[in-house]
């Protein structure tokens, strides 16, 4: 769900941004205040289960090189703080070489070398539509969407031009590599989540 600016009557603010309920997400894209509901099980599971992931060999250099920050669901704010955008990725990365300390806000004002969104029905239009141009304007390079009901990965890479380029899609019980963490082999059937009853609906989601 979208606040637009002609229902306010003007741009969303930080302001807005920070009256959201604590028990709802939110994010200010191109001044309009989105806010949905917290996300369901298999979203999170999936979120949680990739970021474990990843963090072990990437962040500790356990099984892998090392040599990034992997953080969940930072809040990044891009632009003049008067008309900001903030944006709440469910995984961002950072490259230590260019973040090598964090700041002491509660935000991120430098962009992540890469972003994983993990998509459901209320977030996946802001997610894949209005947020990946955002995404590339801040030089992102590397973007996963990650869907857990269809059971598949997306995998752009920003080119020279600023254009996204889909460079992969894995689908199913596969494992596979994919940049910027192909130093490691993700095995993706460990990654979909098993529910009660079957596989959820899109509804069911989230």
């Known amino acids: 769900m979208g606040l ?17 309920p604590e028990h709802k997400s ?10 949905f509901p917290r996300p369901a099980p298999p979203h999170v599971l999936v979120a949680s289960d990739l970021g474990a992931d990843l963090s072990g060999p990437f ?5 892998g090189p090392g040599g990034w920050h992997i953080i969940d669901e930072p809040e990044l704010h891009f632009g003049p703080a008067d008309d900001e955008d903030i ?8 490259r230590i070489e260019r973040m090598p300390v964090l700041p002491r806000t509660a935000y991120f004002t430098l962009a992540p070398d890469w972003v994983c969104e993990v998509l459901s029905p209320s977030t996946e239009k802001v997610d894949r539509i209005d947020k990946m141009p955002i995404y590339a304007r801040e030089r992102v390079k590397h973007v996963w969407l990650v869907h857990p009901i269809r059971q598949t990965i997306e995998v752009f890479t920003l080119n020279a031009d600023g254009f996204w380029v889909m460079t992969g899609m894995h689908a199913g019980n596969v494992r596979v590599r ?10 993706l059937g460990l990654l979909w989540p098993v529910i009660e009853g079957g596989p959820p609906t899109e509804d069911e989601a989230g």
């Open 87 to 94: 944006l709440a990725p469910d995984i961002a990365g950072w």
């Open 4 to 20: 637009p600016a002609e229902k306010l009557g003007r741009r969303a603010t930080y302001a807005d941004y920070a009256a959201v």
């Open 59 to 63: 962040r500790r250099g356990r099984g």
């Open 26 to 35: 939110a994010q200010l894209v191109n001044g309009v205040l989105h806010v």
């Open 178 to 187: 994919i940049p910027p963490f192909d130093a490691i082999e993700l095995d």
